[in-house]
């Protein structure tokens, strides 16, 4: 095993740095990766036998045409290296907040997340209004035992956990009596958001029942069509068709975003086209978007995707495995 020290000149962001450890890690032979966006740097360790230095310089430079150099006399014989990835979780951090502490390891953010939190409830269910009282729903603290050691809260972590009270006017996807809330802070136009969509659409279909998914808005001011890209489907949701544009929008994201194309997503999902665009070009909803915005600030997200599981923060776009093992932990 080797490790090796490259400059990269030109990663100008800290989701870039996130990318290309991304790249690093599915590289056959890499067996950690470390990158700094701050000092420009990335510290690599590989097999040599399975995979040579020129090759990862390469996959560096693809990710973003980045010029990569090594850095001399950096490249070094390992054996157990214990050097520390910062986990690429894919986290659009607010460029005028501090970046949250992304190297807390999954265990730590599971541990916490067995702590019950409290979520009161009344409202709709994919634009269905119900007719439940509020309910409230608690999922209840576990005592620590050899075999469940690992889900034990850190001595002096805070838990942190926010309550959430859902009405009418918010966004739920699945079933209203779910045990399980997930709530994501969002922005239709983050990267690490389209790739967290799919994950929670697999949560909903697995955990049937169990979880259900409550969506705000979270747009980040970078992001240029972010707030308009929530309004759309804000407008879309006087229609009862919420869902069905949060879904257009992430899948065509890659695309890029306009008013023109926001007018035309809602004439292909069968919207009365002059109530939509005067919806839309209104800025009708635009307060409502930053009222969710602030309500994120205020809770502790500063950045997206931000979902809180039961009142419990878990900041980026975690694999489907990680949630999967918290939400199991609550389900027992």
Known sequence: MKKVKFKIKGMDCRSCAILIEEKLKGLSGVTQAKVNHESEKAVIVYDEN?????KIQSEIENVGKYEVSRIENSVEKVENSKMENSPATGFEAKKDSPRPNLSVPVSIIIAGLIIAGAVV???????????NAPVKQTAQAQNPSADSQP???????????????ITKSNHIRGDFNALITLVEFSDFECPFCERHYPIMNK???????KVRLVYKHFPLSFHANAQKAAEASECADEQEKFWEYHDKLFENQAGGYSSDKFKKWAKDLGLNNEKFNDCLDSGKYAQK???DF?????????????????GQLVSGALPYESFKQIIDGLLK
């Open 151 to 165: 889900y034990a809260p850190p001595a002096g972590q805070p838990t942190n956990i926010q309550n959430f009270e």
């Open 289 to 291: 978007v930053q009222a």
């Open 50 to 54: 399975v995979v040579g230095e020129t």
């Open 203 to 209: 949560i909903l279909s697995d955990y049937k029942g």
């Open 121 to 131: 409830v009344s409202g709709k269910t994919n634009g269905v209004n119900q007719k």
């Open 294 to 310: 602030q309500e994120g600030q205020q809770k502790g997200v500063n950045g997206t995707p931000a979902t809180f599981v039961n």
